[in-house]
């Protein structure tokens, strides 16, 4: 096993980290400045309103994208295990 093999296999988790979190994060980021606006312009200061908006566009975005999500960690679990005798070897 190579340090270049290392650093692909490496790279290539981080990439596939980087595409799973991405849509829940930005759905969060989305729906917290949604809300902080709706507060900004009515003045409510409730620190535990930004909760359930939160929560409830994640776990659409999480319906809608998690079989895609459950598919790129499939493929890749996939390839890891079938690439085990090329990168020992």
Same mark, same amino acid.
């Given at each position: 096993?190579?340090?270049?093999?290392?650093?692909?296999?490496?790279?290539?988790?981080?990439?596939?980290?980087?595409?799973?979190?991405?849509? =829940? *994060? %930005? #759905?969060?980021?989305?729906?917290?400045? !949604?809300?902080?606006?709706?507060?900004?312009?009515?003045?409510? $200061?409730?620190?535990?309103?930004?909760?359930?908006?939160?929560?409830?566009?994640?776990?659409?975005? =999480? *319906? %809608? #994208?998690?079989?895609?999500?459950?598919? !790129?960690?499939?493929?890749?679990?996939?390839?890891?295990?079938? $690439?085990?005798?090329?990168?020992?070897?």
């Amino acid at each position: 096993m190579t340090p270049e093999t290392i650093m692909t296999i490496g790279q290539q988790a981080l990439q596939l980290t980087l595409l799973i979190s991405a849509p =829940l *994060l %930005l #759905t969060a980021l989305a729906a917290g400045l !949604l809300v902080s606006l709706f507060q900004a312009a009515t003045q409510i $200061n409730e620190m535990t309103l930004s909760f359930i908006p939160k929560v409830v566009a994640m776990a659409f975005v =999480l *319906l %809608l #994208t998690g079989p895609w999500m459950l598919r !790129l960690l499939m493929d890749y679990t996939r390839r890891l295990i079938e $690439n085990i005798p090329n990168t020992i070897g």
